[in-house]
Every structure is written in structure tokens, then in C-alpha cells.
């Protein structure tokens, strides 16, 4: 079975500052792993994702994430947070090894508030 | 190059109605997912399409629940005898197929159905 943990329902954050949205995950094979964003009342855009290789993956709009296979974790980050940054973020996993491999297993969600 | 469409964007319904939600997935994708987010519940997968295969149900909530895929392009996602609890924003996504592996998943902006 996969899972994914997104300890934070919401996290603030300055405008300029660094943002951090956390992510943990479980599966029993190795991962593939995905950040998307949910604007309001808009579907899920694609972020970024990690399948193999550099620990650190780089996304749209300024995000990177750094996988910690120890840790199992794969937390969003971002340098300078902007006001426009402020959204609702998935993170989700899908294990390469196994029957169901095409399915997404997502977190709850994490809100994202920008503030000016 | 169009993503992917959902139509109705908004339905609302009374309870012990049909309902009928519709995908239509971007251009060559042969994998079609469909997926429920509930407030406060992240997505929850629903069901997959992939090609000619036999689709992958496992995450339908009850036989209130059918979907079909007709020509392996648009999908209609049939919920029978509607009830509160199926009031939520449905999602459908598509993406490519590689190999034995998916890329990522594009999703379209939901049906946010209500049920009276």
C-alpha cells in the first residue's frame, strides 16, 4: 500500500521569505513522486516531479523539491515566496513496483498563504 | 494544444437523481483517470482507463457508480440515485503512456456536482 502525509493544513508565510510545504510518503517499492497546485476553482496544475536522479528537482514557477529517501520525505520549496504563490498544494506518489502502479496516491492538501 | 475538458462545470441535483459528468482528455493520451476531492479529503481515485484494457474500478465508491470510455477518447462518468454524499468536485485526468510506466497526470478544472 502507498501513502502520503502533508503534516500542515495550512502554513503562512511573508512575502519575500522562504516557503517549505512538507511531504512524507510510504510505498513499498520506490517512488514517483509529484507536487501539483490547486488554484481556486481550478483543477490541479502540475508542478514538478521526481522519478530517479538528482535529489533536488526543479519545477514551474521558481518551486523545487529535494527527495530524502532516509527521511521519505519530499518537501516543496521555494527561495522568495510571491502573494500570487498562494494556493492549495498536493503532494502524491505512485510506487513503480507492483500491481496499481498507475494509480496517484495524493496527500490532503496543504494552503498556501502568501501574506503582503 | 487544448487540456483536458469537463463538462458540466457545475451541476446541481436533487437527491435519488441520475447524473451524468463528462471528460473529454487531451489528444493522444490513452490513460484516462477520474477522481473525487471531497472538502477536507484530498483526491480520491475513482477509476482508470488505459487503452483497450479492461479499466481498473477498484476505487469506486458503490454500483451507484459506472463510468465508460467510448473509443478510447471521452469518458462519462454515470452516478445513479444521487445522494448528499456524492456531492463533491470530480476530476478527470489524462496522460500518456510509456512504456510500463505513466507520465504525469493532466487534469481538467472538475465538476463540482451538488446534491440537494
Known amino acids: 500500500a502507498q501513502s502520503v502525509a502533508q503534516p500542515e493544513d495550512q502554513v503562512n508565510v511573508a512575502e519575500g521569505n522562504p516557503l517549505t510545504v512538507k511531504c512524507t510518503y510510504s510505498v513499498s517499492g520506490n517512488p514517483y513522486l509529484f507536487w501539483y497546485v490547486q488554484y481556486p476553482n481550478r483543477g490541479l496544475q502540475f508542478l514538478l516531479k521526481?522519478?530517479?536522479?538528482?535529489?533536488l528537482v526543479k519545477g514551474s514557477y521558481g518551486f523545487e523539491a529535494e527527495f530524502n529517501k532516509s527521511q521519505t520525505s519530499f518537501h516543496l520549496k521555494k527561495p522568495s515566496a510571491l502573494v500570487s504563490d498562494s494556493a492549495l498544494y498536493f503532494c502524491?506518489?505512485?510506487?513503480?513496483?507492483?500491481?496499481?502502479?498507475?494509480?496517484?496516491?495524493f496527500g490532503k492538501g496543504t494552503k498556501l498563504s502568501v501574506i503582503p | 494544444g487544448a487540456g483536458v475538458s469537463q463538462s458540466p462545470s457545475n451541476k446541481v441535483t436533487e437527491k435519488g437523481k441520475d447524473v451524468e459528468l463528462r471528460c473529454d482528455p487531451i489528444?493522444?493520451?490513452?490513460?484516462l483517470y477520474w477522481y473525487r476531492q471531497s472538502l477536507g479529503q484530498g483526491l480520491e481515485f475513482l477509476i482508470y482507463f488505459q487503452g483497450n484494457s479492461a479499466p481498473d474500478k477498484s476505487g469506486l465508491p458503490s454500483d451507484r457508480f459506472s463510468a465508460e470510455r467510448t473509443g478510447g477518447s471521452v469518458s462519462t462518468l454515470t452516478i445513479q440515485r444521487t445522494q448528499q454524499e456524492d456531492s463533491a468536485v470530480y476530476l478527470c485526468a489524462s496522460s500518456s503512456f510509456i512504456g510500463t510506466s505513466n507520465n504525469e497526470q493532466f487534469f481538467g478544472p472538475g465538476t463540482r456536482l451538488t446534491v440537494l
Open positions: 521526481y522519478i530517479t536522479g538528482d535529489n
Open positions: 502524491a506518489v505512485r510506487d513503480l513496483t507492483g500491481a496499481g502502479s498507475y494509480q496517484l496516491t
Open positions: 489528444s493522444g493520451h490513452t490513460a
